[in-house]
């Protein structure tokens, strides 16, 4: 990370722990840059010294950090545990490395703890790739898993709406399963996800997907004249009907919410320069 910033004056102590950050990775890429997008990737090294980050931009991080060490703790008192382990292997000429939460090892089961939202309370795709690319290397270093775990500590869990929605997260914290592939399958797209990373490090204009950017989609909105807010929004425009008389159907526009808010290297990002224009 280049230069850190504390626009809104957060105490020295918690500027201190987000500058001090022990994190190295390890190998020629990691599993969590590995799953992201190769374009990230390639303009953070370049523009390493010249990124700008505020320090309340990673407040969250520095949360999920201190979660870690303090489940590191009771990884050491239980027999058959590995935690905060970092393993690695060798494809195609890069060395891939990632770091086990916990993984245990007569239960065959791999956890990993996230702070998160409880709107990812039944998971998500990018948590599906992540575990299974760890549950691959933890195979090519000699461990067997056959259960894959994430342990949601949702930081906007309220317990008001608990009590209201029985469909909602009735803990704080929950476990929330990860579908699982096979070896084969996690090995094709290890493989793959390095060519595209490899291609992207020699120069190759590798494009962000729309995954990767957070793109929402459009929106198709029936509009009175002069009303501020819509009477029906729909998916796609022909849902909406004829507008008649007095009304009109206005496109809204899917944004990429990555980009716009969360890139630390947007600014030098030519896919969004050509969006903005």
């Given amino acids: 990370m280049g230069k850190i910033t504390n626009i809104h004056g957060l105490p020295q102590s918690i500027v201190d722990a987000v500058t001090n950050d022990p994190y190295v990775g390890g190998g020629d890429i990691s599993t969590t840059k590995l799953i992201d997008s190769p374009r990230v990737r390639v303009l953070s090294a370049k523009h390493h010294a010249e990124i700008t980050v505020d320090v309340s931009e990673r407040v969250w991080a520095l949360l999920g950090q201190a979660v870690h060490t303090i489940l590191e703790r009771a990884g050491l008192r239980q027999e058959g545990v590995i935690t905060e382990e970092r393993m690695y292997a060798d494809v195609d000429g890069w060395q891939v490395s990632g770091q086990v939460d916990t993984l245990h090892l007569f239960s065959q089961k791999l956890s990993d703890y996230k702070v ?45 709406e608990a009590l209201r929605d029985p469909s909602y997260p009735q803990s704080a914290i929950q476990t929330i399963h990860v579908p699982l592939w096979t070896l084969e399958e996690t090995e094709d797209y290890v493989r793959e996800r390095v060519a595209i990373h490899r291609a992207a490090s020699n120069g190759i204009d590798i494009q962000c997907t729309d995954e990767e950017r957070w793109m929402s989609p459009s929106k198709f ?23 008649g008389e007095g ?3 206005v496109e809204r526009k899917g944004e990429a919410k990555r980009c716009a808010l969360y890139c630390d290297v947007s600014a030098w990002c030519t896919q969004w320069a050509k969006e903005k224009t």
């Fill in 116 to 160: 998160t939202t409880v709107w990812k309370k039944n998971g998500s795709d990018s948590w599906t790739r992540q575990l299974n690319v760890l549950r691959w290397l933890a195979h090519q270093n000699g461990h067997t898993i056959t259960t894959l775990e994430v342990i949601g500590i949702f930081r906007d869990w309220r317990k008001s």
């Fill in 221 to 243: 909105a029936l509009m009175k004249d002069g009303a501020k807010r819509a009477v029906r929004v729909a998916d796609h425009a022909e849902d909406l009907g004829e507008a």
């Fill in 247 to 249: 009304y009109s159907i």
